[in-house]
């Protein structure tokens, strides 16, 4: 498996000792290489294209990830949710893991965010959801990541860094047009949303509009 640092040493090599100014100006100019290269990598090649196939096509889909990954697989189940029905966060609260390799259904995704350095818990659980029967897409950020084998359709993102944690630049990307080509996909994504508009709306969810003068 490919080599990984940690957050601690990303800070030595990167971060430590070096002026505000300096530090800012080298994380700007990263950002702008990483965010170029992710859109070149997300136009020439159709991974994205064939997980979004995989999640519209799917009965109920199941969202993981433990750690940091957790933000990245809710930042998805949240925008999927929002076009499609049976979306579903696997976050140990209302919905545990158990819960889920207990009730593996045909037609069942499991949508898991595994990046470096790959937290146990996410890879048992994918691990044992796939023995079981289950279908598993994976985001990651390695072609020989672990659970890069078992995947049905997998997006494999290549973050960079210029401070003690790897740029979130080129795996929020990849969600987004993840997010994006399946809703478009999905039969009844249109209608879905307009629903939930109107009853936002209904509710009050999103504070109300200024008074007129």
């Known amino acids: ?14 971060v430590q000792r070096r002026s505000a100014k300096v530090l800012k100006q080298r994380v700007l100019e990263q950002q702008r ?14 991974s994205i294209e064939r997980t979004a196939a995989l999640i519209v096509s799917a009965r109920r889909r199941f969202l993981i990830g433990y750690g940091k990954s957790q ?11 929002a076009g499609l029905s049976g979306v579903h966060l696997v976050d140990g609260a209302p919905l545990r893991a158990l819960d889920v390799l207990s009730d593996i259904r045909r037609g069942d995704l499991l949508v898991a965010v595994s990046l470096e350095r790959y937290r146990r818990e996410t890879v048992e659980v994918a691990s044992a959801y796939v023995r079981h029967g289950g279908e598993l897409a994976l985001i990651t950020d390695a072609e020989d990541a672990p659970l890069a084998g ?9 973050p960079r860094s210029a401070s ?8 929020v990307l ?23 508009d ?16």
Do not use: C
Not at 71 to 81: F, G, P
Not at 181 to 186: C, M, R, V
Not at 199 to 213: K, Q, S
């Open 33 to 46: 290489t990483e965010f170029d290269q992710a859109l070149g990598w997300a136009a020439e090649q159709d």
């Open 1 to 14: 498996m490919t080599a990984h640092s940690t957050p601690a040493d990303r800070f030595d090599r990167n």
């Open 164 to 171: 003690y944690v790897n740029s979130p630049t080129s795996i």
């Open 71 to 81: 933000s990245y697989a809710s930042l998805l189940a949240a925008d999927l949710s």
């Open 198 to 213: 109107a009853l936002a709306a209904e509710l009050g969810l999103y504070g109300l509009p200024a008074e007129e003068a």
């Open 150 to 158: 078992l995947a049905a359709a997998r997006i494999v993102v290549a």
């Open 174 to 196: 990849a969600l987004h047009l993840l997010a994006t080509l399946t809703t478009a996909s999905a039969k009844g994504a249109g209608r879905r949303l307009r629903e939930r």
